[in-house]
């Protein structure tokens, strides 16, 4: 019996990978961070071969650091940060350029030159995106564009395009096989979500040939083995998703209306719509969220640019704060926030407001304006945020989530998790493991190879930390959302030509 699941999560700034045992519970971990580059204001760029090397290295020691075989694992799954975008050369494996990373921006003016409401309307139908620089076909299409012979050898079927996943499971393959999943092609604004297939017309609007693509495939599958010269012996590769994906399935969102919220550096919530793609009027993404077993589940998804990162700005710009950890006991040492509200409208605010113009606002100062009620509000800040996404979702979805699941560093802040559960007068729900990511991505590739033989089995797994019950009164829920609002809109449209 083969006694673990590998998890491959391949972020933004550091590889990691996490075995998993039977009960979903991580018997062992490592990580290694790679280069950010930097090119010039607004650009982005990995090394996808030290992508690669720092994942085969952490792969090769959280085996070792607990004895363990390639044929102690049973499967592996992937998870990965999404839109990020490779272009090799089939034959040598070598990428033609540096993988363009799904921050950089280096595409807008490319975006508002094709961007008529005609083209705008016909990726929001088919993708469920909205035209922007964060996906991955005008990243494609840069590289084609800019790399010299690059069209010409795409065109002549010489290079081939990936996101992450893509990429890694082409090396573990020794360039086998060449796939994406589901999940993650949703993300390149080239994929039909409805069809599942790439799209004519995007593929043609950006120009790009359909022989450099991956095949799109199942999101819990046996895609291939991994070389021998890997770990030592065949390992299959059966799952894959992209971060956010990922984290809705290992928090066991499984059915439609479940949904998770992540507080990271941004804040992403994700609502599992079940086989129906809902279409935002509020500023939300469609996505898929898997494929499984021939079914797909589709997502709704809303980002927030600063969430935990407003904590790393009072640490390390303000300094009024030696760890992110302070911030919980700080803000418990004050009443109330004595009127203070702190939008973190640092690089404008995404979903639902859109305002690319906005910026950070503090309202509500007094005389007697202690440290303690400006950490309290930055902290506020998150869960009024959250609450503004999870308005948007009520609203397009007709009515309330049905569960509201947390993860992410800051969700360990018990002073936010009690806020949050009050502001959205709804119980929170803190799973006793955080590294949902991984464990999604270990789960999807389990079920593939009967490692665990149901989705009743995984939920038999569940363990929660803790439930945060809502226990203000609704008046005065009421009147914080107001004054929130009010300091939203005072941040609004602040830059001015
Ligand atoms: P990411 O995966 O986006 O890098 P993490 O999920 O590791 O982020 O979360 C880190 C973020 O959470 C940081 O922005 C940090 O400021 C914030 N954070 C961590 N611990 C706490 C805490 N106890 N209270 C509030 N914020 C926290």
């Not at 961007?115 to 299409?141: A, C, Q, W």
Request: charge should be negative; proline fraction near 3%.
């Amino acid at each position: 019996m083969k006694q673990y699941v590998m998890a491959i999560d391949q972020g933004t700034t550091s590889s990691r990978c996490v075995l998993y045992n039977k009960k979903g519970a991580m018997v062992s971990m490592a990580q290694k961070e790679f280069t950010q580059i930097y090119p010039q204001p607004g650009w982005v760029e990995h090394n996808a071969e030290e992508i690669w090397e720092t994942q085969l290295f952490v792969c090769r020691e959280a085996l070792a650091k607990i004895g363990a075989f390639w044929d102690d694992i049973a499967a592996i799954g992937i998870t990965n940060q999404r839109e990020t975008t490779i272009v090799w050369d089939k034959t040598t494996g070598k990428p033609v350029y540096n993988a363009i990373v799904w921050q950089c921006r280096r595409t807008a003016e490319f975006c508002n030159e094709i961007g008529t409401e005609e083209v705008r309307n016909m990726i929001r139908e088919k993708t469920g995106l909205i035209l922007d620089p964060y996906f991955s076909g005008t990243k494609i299409h840069w590289i084609l564009d800019h790399v010299e012979g690059a069209r010409e050898r795409a065109e002549n079927g010489e290079l081939l395009f990936g996101t992450i996943e893509t990429w890694l499971i082409w090396n573990l393959t020794g360039g086998r096989v060449h796939v994406t999943d589901h999940s993650n092609a949703a993300r390149t604004m080239l994929f039909n979500i409805h069809t599942l297939q790439w799209d004519e017309d995007l593929l043609q609007l950006l120009d790009i040939p359909a022989c450099m693509l991956p095949q799109p495939v199942e999101n819990s599958a046996v895609y291939g083995e991994t070389e021998d010269a890997m770990f030592g012996g065949p390992v299959p590769i059966a799952g894959a998703a992209g971060d956010q994906q990922a984290a809705l399935f290992g928090q066991l969102c499984f059915e439609e209306q479940e949904g998770k919220m992540t507080y990271g550096t941004g804040g992403f919530m994700l609502l599992n719509t079940g086989d129906r793609v809902i279409t935002s009027e509020n500023g939300l993404l469609s996505t898929v969220g898997w494929t499984l077993q021939g079914k797909t589940s589709y997502a709704m998804e809303g980002s927030i640019f600063v969430e935990g990162a407003v904590i790393q700005w009072l640490r390390d710009e303000l300094g009024i704060l030696k760890s992110a950890g302070e911030s919980e006991e700080l803000a418990a040492s004050v009443e109330d926030n004595a009127g203070v509200y702190l939008v973190p409208a640092f690089t404008g605010l995404g979903a639902p407001h859109w305002d690319p113009f906005a910026r950070g606002t503090i309202c509500g100062l007094t005389r007697g304006t202690k440290r303690a009620h400006i950490v309290r509000a930055a902290l506020e800040s998150m869960a009024y945020q959250t609450v503004d996404l999870s308005a948007a979702m009520k609203e397009d979805l007709g009515h309330p989530l049905k569960t509201f699941k947390v993860d992410g560093g800051a969700c360990a802040n018990d002073f936010l998790m009690q806020f949050q559960a009050d502001m959205l007068d709804t119980a929170v729900v803190r799973p006793a493991v955080v590294e949902t990511t991984s464990l999604g991505a270990a789960y999807l590739a389990g079920l593939a190879v009967g490692y665990w033989d149901s989705l009743d089995e995984i939920k038999a797994n569940e363990q929660f930390d803790r439930v945060f019950q809502p226990q203000m009164e609704e008046q005065k829920r009421r009147k914080m959302i107001e004054d929130w609002h009010e300091a939203v809109r005072r941040s609004g449209g602040w830059i001015r030509e």
